[in-house]
């Protein structure tokens, strides 16, 4: 079975940072699109950010702009999401996926890890 998994999650305190990984298992990772998403409690799942298959565009919430950076390492099968100057509204679940389009929209995304949760507070 293809997989993919998150890690990196945690609690800080706001203005603190976390780093956030998504490991490939199963299929080669830059064959894929892939992208970050949050899903705060009541709130529906939210894009943060997509990286290309070479890593060479990307695009951010701008939510996120200037805060959050996403980066990949292809041999390595890993996704990362370095998350600086974190605000209470980071707070969520946080999700990668892969998608097979650039640039991708939510129904794109095909393939699922299974979320590491973020919690941003004092």
């Known amino acids: 079975q293809w997989q993919l998994v998150e890690s990196g999650g945690g609690l800080v305190q706001p203005g603190g940072s976390l780093r956030l990984s998504c490991v490939a298992s199963?299929?080669?990772?830059?064959?894929?699109?892939i992208g970050w998403f949050r899903q705060a409690p009541g709130k529906e799942r939210e894009g943060v950010s997509y990286?290309?298959?070479?890593?060479?565009?990307?695009k951010y919430a701008n939510s996120v702009q200037g805060r959050f950076t996403i980066s990949r390492d292809n041999a390595k099968k890993t996704v990362n999401l370095q998350m600086n100057g974190l605000k209470p509204d980071d707070t969520a679940i946080y999700y990668c996926?892969?998608?097979?389009?650039?640039?991708?929209?939510?129904?794109?995304?095909?393939?699922w890890g299974q979320g590491t949760q973020v919690t941003v507070s004092s």
């Open positions: 199963g299929f080669i990772l830059d064959d894929y699109v």
């Open positions: 996926a892969a998608a097979a389009v650039w640039p991708p929209e939510l129904p794109d995304f095909a393939s």
């Open positions: 990286i290309s298959r070479s890593g060479a565009s990307t």
